[in-house]
């Protein structure tokens, strides 16, 4: 009987310690912050680690909703702002929901984490094909949580540092944003990537932005900087905001409803050209951008113009103007900008940048190749009228006087040029006795809409009218070369363009094409050569010597010639007889 008590203690110890051991394992408790993307957010988490950092233990009744702090060791020397141990937790409390004080502190916490060296508690990364990751922190407390983004061209953002308590699980958003930047041509009222146009045309550009989530931040950076190409030329309504300080026109740029005014949320820095050949750059320094925190997905648009001058680019390589956005990527760091300016970022400091867009204008011309109808000879002398709709300025070969001690020209009052010199007797008829020589040189021609442009065909039989666009327009022949018929019938031509829809990279190439016919040529078709344009051989047949009016050819001359001999020798005869 006494065994049998002993036995039945023993299995009640035994079922006891189990039950003690079973209780021991339901009371364990899977402590975790799960990190996840922030809605209208332009980064990615995919590939990024975060990591959790134990600034407070927590001991917690999550049915009283109450819970109470202590310092964790690592942190007993931290001091925020001249407060620590048990003080900094009642600072904390303090902040309440003031997330500015908030990320102010978690920026200071991190900067101790990274300056002592603190491990994390907790680490995880970002799957492929996942936006969240779940960090098994181990035991409660208070965590601070840092990491990076990545923005769509592949740079890193630095998060903003997140603080929450795991009791035993919470959720913290990745506090990381970066702003993108899309550059367009309005063509029409419509955006495209590329278009046709003349030199002398106004090209409208648009860059359209939103304001990014600039939780964590005290200051931000955003700069616009964009690049056009020798061809372009953008004229700003103004330069010095205390000379016109709405700088209305050129640029005109909105954040939301609000219209920026020049100099005072905004300014421009210019690039000037060190030679005509170079490209033209400018920057666009927003002011105090962090004044639009409170705006996070606002449109930002930006609309400006530039002319095609007589650089431009002929062909299909096209005339380009690329932009790309400068931005603040570390809410961790406060900078101080350049000293001459405090919103433009210094080159040590934190910033990001958009990739490249990308827009193209194309311009073409045509070459006229005048030569002899029967050899194939290169012709001199010939003038040539182009008109056209889409005309506005062309640059051809004109002949221009210039003053030279070797010129055989002088200038005469009625504004004419001659080569016969001034005498006493005719020194009136002169401007003065200064010479000049003839020169073929490119001259831009400004004009209007449906123009007539004339032109000189150079030393090599050649005439260029560039900085077309297509449309239809009428070569006519106004001067013949000496010797040679001018042409009875104009040249029809039509040209046509088809730009890229898109352009990403640079071989983005127009394709071209053109008919032309008249003046003996029949649906001439094709493409541009090989310097970028329409290259038409224009023929002239020499004219040959016409008869008199009512001539009667040689045999009056020889009859007039046999009389008159015969009348001769009748007279000598007679003389000898007599």
């Known amino acids: 009987m006494k065994k049998m008590k002993k036995l039945a203690s023993l299995i009640l110890a035994v079922v006891m310690v189990l039950s003690m051991t079973i209780a021991a394992f339901a009371e364990e408790t899977n402590y975790t912050i799960t990190v996840k993307h922030q809605a209208g957010t332009n980064v990615s988490l995919v590939g990024n680690t975060y990591n959790a950092y134990k600034l407070f233990n927590v001991t917690y009744d999550t049915e009283?909703?109450?819970?109470?702090?202590?310092?964790?060791?690592?942190?007993?020397?931290?001091?925020?702002?001249?407060?620590?141990?048990?003080?900094?937790?009642?600072?904390?409390?303090?902040?309440?929901?003031?997330?500015?004080?908030?990320?102010?502190?978690?920026?200071?916490?991190?900067?101790?984490?990274?300056?002592?060296?603190?491990?994390?508690?907790?680490?995880?990364?970002?799957?492929?094909?996942?936006?969240?990751?779940?960090?098994?922190?181990?035991?409660?407390?208070?965590?601070?949580?840092s990491g990076t983004a990545?923005?769509?061209?592949?740079?890193?953002?630095?998060?903003?540092?997140?603080?929450?308590?795991?009791?035993?699980?919470?959720?913290?958003?990745?506090?990381?944003?970066?702003?993108?930047l899309e550059k367009k041509i309005i063509e029409n009222n419509v955006p495209v990537d590329a278009n046709n146009a003349s030199i002398g045309d106004t090209v409208f550009y648009q860059l359209t932005s939103k304001v990014p989530n600039m939780t964590g931040y005290e200051k931000y950076y955003f700069v616009v900087n964009d690049t056009l190409s020798s061809g372009l030329d953008f004229n700003p309504t103004a330069s010095d905001p205390e000379t016109e300080p709405d700088l209305q026109g050129n640029p005109e740029i909105t954040i939301g409803d609000k219209k920026l005014v020049y100099g005072t949320d905004y300014t421009i820095e210019f690039s000037e050209r060190a030679n005509e050949t170079d490209p033209t750059s400018f920057s666009i320094i927003f002011k105090n951008f962090i004044q639009y925190k409170e705006q996070a997905g606002a449109d930002i648009i930006i609309n400006?113009?530039?002319?095609?001058?007589?650089?431009?680019?002929?062909?299909?390589?096209?005339?380009?103007?690329?932009a790309k956005l400068q931005y603040s990527n570390n809410p961790n760091v406060t900078p101080d900008g350049v000293p001459e300016n405090p919103d433009k970022p210094g080159p040590n400091d934190p910033k990001g940048e958009t990739p490249e867009d990308r827009v193209i204008t194309y311009v073409t011309g045509v070459e006229i190749i005048k030569v002899d109808g029967a050899n194939g000879d290169r012709l001199v002398g010939a003038e040539f009228t182009i008109?056209?709709?889409?005309?506005?300025?062309?640059?051809?070969?004109?002949?221009?006087?210039?003053?030279?001690?070797?010129?055989?020209?002088?200038?005469?009052?009625?504004?004419?040029?001659?080569?016969?010199?001034?005498?006493?007797?005719?020194?009136?008829?002169?401007?003065?006795?200064?010479?000049?020589?003839?020169?073929?040189?490119?001259?831009?021609?400004?004009?209007?809409?449906?123009?007539?442009?004339?032109?000189?065909?150079?030393?090599?039989?050649?005439?260029?009218?560039?900085?077309?666009?297509?449309?239809?327009?009428?070569?006519?022949?106004?001067?013949?070369?000496?010797?040679?018929?001018?042409?009875?019938?104009?040249?029809?031509?039509?040209?046509?363009?088809?730009?890229?829809?898109?352009?990403?990279?640079d071989?983005?190439?127009?394709?071209?094409?053109?008919?032309a016919n008249g003046a003996g040529m029949i649906d001439g078709r094709g493409s541009l050569n090989a310097d970028g344009r329409i290259e038409l051989?224009?023929?002239?047949?020499?004219?040959?010597?016409?008869?008199?009016?009512?001539?009667?050819?040689?045999?009056?001359?020889?009859?007039?010639?046999?009389?008159?001999?015969a009348g001769a020798v009748f007279f000598v005869v007679r003389r000898k007889r007599a």
């Not at 740079?155 to 009791?167: G, K, M, N, P, Y």
């Not at 889409?390 to 002088?410: A, H, L, P, R």
């Not at 071989?507 to 008919?515: F, S, V």
């Not at 023929?539 to 040959?544: Q, Y």
């Open 304 to 322: 400006y113009h530039a002319v095609i001058n007589g650089n431009a680019v002929i062909g299909s390589e096209g005339n380009d103007n690329v």
């Open 387 to 505: 008109n056209g709709e889409k005309v506005n300025k062309i640059k051809v070969i004109q002949d221009v006087f210039e003053e030279s001690e070797d010129g055989t020209y002088y200038k005469l009052k009625d504004g004419t040029y001659t080569e016969t010199a001034p005498t006493n007797d005719t020194l009136d008829h002169y401007e003065s006795e200064t010479t000049y020589k003839k020169v073929s040189k490119p001259v831009v021609v400004e004009k209007v809409e449906n123009v007539g442009v004339r032109g000189t065909v150079d030393n090599n039989g050649v005439l260029h009218f560039d900085g077309l666009a297509a449309g239809e327009y009428t070569i006519t022949e106004v001067v013949a070369p000496n010797g040679y018929n001018l042409l009875e019938d104009p040249i029809r031509l039509r040209v046509t363009c088809v730009v890229p829809d898109t352009v990403d990279n």
């Open 64 to 145: 009283r909703d109450a819970y109470a702090y202590t310092i964790a060791p690592e942190f007993e020397d931290f001091s925020y702002p001249r407060v620590r141990g048990e003080d900094l937790i009642k600072y904390v409390e303090g902040l309440g929901n003031n997330s500015e004080e908030l990320n102010a502190f978690a920026q200071s916490v991190f900067s101790f984490i990274t300056e002592n060296k603190i491990a994390y508690k907790a680490s995880g990364t970002v799957n492929e094909g996942e936006d969240s990751v779940v960090l098994n922190v181990g035991e409660p407390g208070y965590y601070l949580v």
């Open 150 to 180: 990545t923005t769509e061209n592949g740079e890193s953002v630095i998060a903003a540092c997140a603080l929450s308590t795991a009791a035993p699980s919470t959720e913290v958003n990745v506090k990381a944003d970066a702003p993108s």
């Open 507 to 515: 071989h983005d190439t127009a394709e071209w094409g053109y008919m």
């Open 537 to 565: 051989t224009i023929e002239n047949s020499a004219g040959t010597l016409l008869p008199s009016t009512g001539g009667i050819g040689t045999t009056i001359f020889y009859a007039a010639g046999i009389i008159l001999m």
